[in-house]
């Protein structure tokens, strides 16, 4: 569910017309719902209900400080994969007992500022790493809280680019030589286990890959404590998909997913940590842009838009679909025509669709697109030098730009020319 519905035959943003929105910031940009990010954060607090448990948002998905501060003032904890993100996590008030520095490549200096500012837990993703967190915990006097990321070799049945728990991804240490790697972590002085970490994917949508992997963590977490280690903890990631376009099956629902984790890991006495990211913010945004031209092709109609892959780069990354719909209604009776939907990059892949389906557009009506408010500006660039797009937020009846858009002059200025040229 979310709160973008139609009044009159007008897209609204909750109470704010997304007209009115696009009127005083112009297109294209992102809006985000307050009252949809807050909803989705308290369905997997409440199937998590009965158990400890803290819901960390995955900040990958959607990072602006807005959006962190929202969800952290509820209580979130953040799940950041970068030094980046973690001071975006810190500077929007989350403390930092409750964020967990997930990722495959953090640096020393990342590591001293995550420890000297406060850290819930790193999840630890191989043996270098381990060795490189105990030295900057010994050179800070203190130890590192931790847990290590087993790859269970689980396939999460998602698109290639967005699996992470197979044999053959970068994340993680195999499940079969976990036993050693917690066994080497005990032996260091910088370091602490607190538990185990696991996360096989993105955008999945049934349940039976996450049991898979929640059953070897399960059998892991008995054979630790045998072993010795206080397993108090367990990281079960995020992955959690959402429904892309209305006409498909929706992916199970928050309520189902916990239910789940407490069937198969509710008896080990562990907190619970899961770190939703798309499944929290990606039914809360609309990317809104306008149309620039209607072209007529070879045996196809093109609607060439102002916004473009820069902007939005799951399409032509992953094949991903996003609902498109007209911020206006069609008068009913009005014959819908077809279109392939296109940005103004000079690329053939800053296509949004092929063959789409739509009420009939003019150049300067608006279009939505649906399902954005994850990997959406997050993944943006000024490809084509074009400036990185604003981001807006409504809540009720009001509504703030969270992320200006910068001017021509703004952007150029970030570049330098060598006096010797």
Known sequence: MDHFLYRDGALYAEDVPVSEIAAQVGTPFYVYSAATLTRHFRLFDEALDGIDHLVCYAMKAASNLAIVKLLGDL?????????????????????????????????????????????????????????????????????????????????????AKIATGKSENKFGIPIAKARAAYAQAAAMKGIEVVGIDVHIGSQLTELAPFRAAYEKVAELTQQLRADGHNIRRLDLGGGLGIPYTRSNEAPPLPTDYGAMVKEVLGDLGCEIEIEPGRLIAGNAGLLVSSVIYVKEGEGRDFLILDAAMNDLIRPAMYDAHHDIVPVNEAAPGALPARYDIVGPVCESGDTFAKGRDMPALAPNELVAFRSAGAYGAVMASEYNSRPLIPEVLVMGDHFAVIRERPSLEEMLNRDSIPVWL
Request: no cysteine; aromatic share 4%; net charge negative.
């Open 75 to 159: 209580g979130a904890g953040m799940d950041v994969v970068s030094g980046g993100e973690y001071a975006r996590a810190r500077a929007a008030g989350v403390p930092g007992e409750r964020i967990v520095f997930s990722g495959v490549g953090k640096t020393r200096e990342e590591m001293r500022a995550a420890l000297t500012g406060g850290i819930r837990q790193f999840n630890v993703e191989s043996e270098p790493e381990l060795e490189a967190l105990n030295a900057v915990a010994l050179d800070l006097g203190t130890r590192a809280p931790i847990t290590i990321r087993v790859n269970p070799d689980v396939d999460a049945k998602t698109h």
